[in-house]
């Protein structure tokens, strides 16, 4: 066989890529029907431009001709991007953090990729509340690690017993993403809490302490004046991942960092480990121009109420269709229950909405069958289009 056999069975599995199959085959169809047609709630892939702020810093660094400044840097990045994230994750947690804690990474992917090649040893398992981000499977299979997927209670809350149960000695460390990509779910400071206790005493336990890892690109996109809780005050073995995709609309910059508990007992070996990752994965650093871009404007404004607005179109659109769904809290989807009628088979129900031209992506490739997920990081004239192809087709399998 030409390629590796894993590689092969994954990228031919129904279940496996299906946000960007669905974004892909959007585009043939949008070919065929035109783009005001295809209603493509398939990839959250930002649709606002930047702020302004960002733009302008992107125009003033391009201007720069000095010499050597497209070169290498360390590989943890230069010193004041490292800085600046500091400064952003102290803000975020509520407790002082050194640039020595940061090591800026090629998006939050490649971030979590450098963890898990730091942290992970072959059979050490990840747990994750399900649904998460489909490409979590993939992530921790690289480094011969197996995630371990612990359904989230029925209001999609951490199920802290669930995630008790599944700890073992191999447990390397414990995934959480908030706001969630797919339920828009944010995790209160009480569930942060009550995990970073069943983590202390797991520890106390087996003698192995598992890290909290928080992917957080959607930390700045909340709702309803909910509020992210902070992880490093509960846990000093917590470690932040993110990146600038989402709240400043760079998903295609790949620029993110790595941010490490100060109080880590091994923070220092942790640091060094995601920085070596960074280089003998291919990495090497992260993009230059936009580790000096976010270092210069990472607290940009930004207005995220069009996300808002668009988030209660689609929802009145559902209501109206007779779909259910999870209100989000935060981040840009829909948790969308699949009708009756389709027994719970998600892949069906969105080949079925494709007849109507709705791209949507099936929950079974977030650990959530039975469900869809939809991106409303859309146009609002998208959103709109959208009410009739909805309803026409609910009506078609009543």
């Known amino acids: ?158 199920d802290i017993e669930g995630i008790k149960k599944a700890l073992s000695p191999k447990t390397a460390a414990v995934l959480i993403n908030s706001p969630n990509n797919p339920t828009g779910r944010i995790y209160t400071q009480k569930e942060i809490d009550l995990l970073a206790k069943v983590l202390e005493e797991h520890a106390a336990s087996c003698g192995r302490k598992p890290y909290l890892i928080c992917d957080e690109p959607y930390r700045a996109i909340t709702y309803d004046n909910a509020e992210v809780a902070a992880a490093f005050k509960s846990y000093d073995s917590a470690i932040v991942v993110t990146s600038f995709a989402k709240n400043l609309s760079l998903p295609g910059e790949r620029i993110g960092y790595i941010c490490v508990n100060p109080a880590c007992p091994d923070k220092q070996d942790v640091v060094a480990a995601c920085i070596f990752a960074t280089r003998v994965l291919g990495f090497v650093n992260a993009p230059a121009l936009f580790q000096k871009v976010v270092a210069r404007s990472w607290n940009a404004p930004a207005d995220y109420s069009l996300y808002e607005k668009r988030r209660n179109l689609l929802m009145q659109n559902l209501d109206e269709a007779g779909i259910q769904y999870v209100r989000p809290q935060g981040a840009f989807y829909l948790w969308c229950k699949v009708p009756e009628h389709f027994k719970g088979d998600d892949m069906a129900f969105c080949e079925h909405l494709k007849k109507h031209l709705i791209l949507a992506a099936p929950g079974s490739g977030f650990g959530g069958k039975g469900w869809f997920r939809l991106a409303y990081c859309v146009s609002e004239q998208s959103i709109k289009g959208s009410r009739a192809a909805f309803i026409a087709a609910v009506k078609d399998i009543q």
């Open 1 to 158: 066989m030409p390629v590796s056999p894993y590689i092969y069975s994954q990228m031919t599995s129904p279940q496996a890529g299906v946000i960007r199959r669905m974004f892909e085959e959007g585009i043939k169809l949008k070919a065929i029907h035109g783009n005001d047609k295809v209603f493509d709630f398939s990839l959250g892939n930002p649709d606002l431009d930047p702020p302004p702020q960002v733009l302008s810093t992107i125009e003033q660094l391009a201007q720069d001709k000095s010499k050597n400044v497209h070169g290498y840097m360390p590989n943890a990045g230069y010193p004041e991007a490292r800085e600046a994230m500091a400064q952003k994750t102290a803000l975020e947690q509520g407790i002082a953090v050194s640039a020595d804690c940061v090591v800026m990474s090629a998006g939050a992917a490649g971030a979590l990729n450098c963890v898990f090649k730091a942290i992970l040893s072959e059979g050490d398992t990840v747990v994750v509340p399900a649904p998460f981000f489909a490409e979590y499977r993939h992530y921790v299979h690289n480094f011969c690690g197996t995630l371990i997927e612990v359904p989230c209670t029925a209001d999609f809350s951490l």
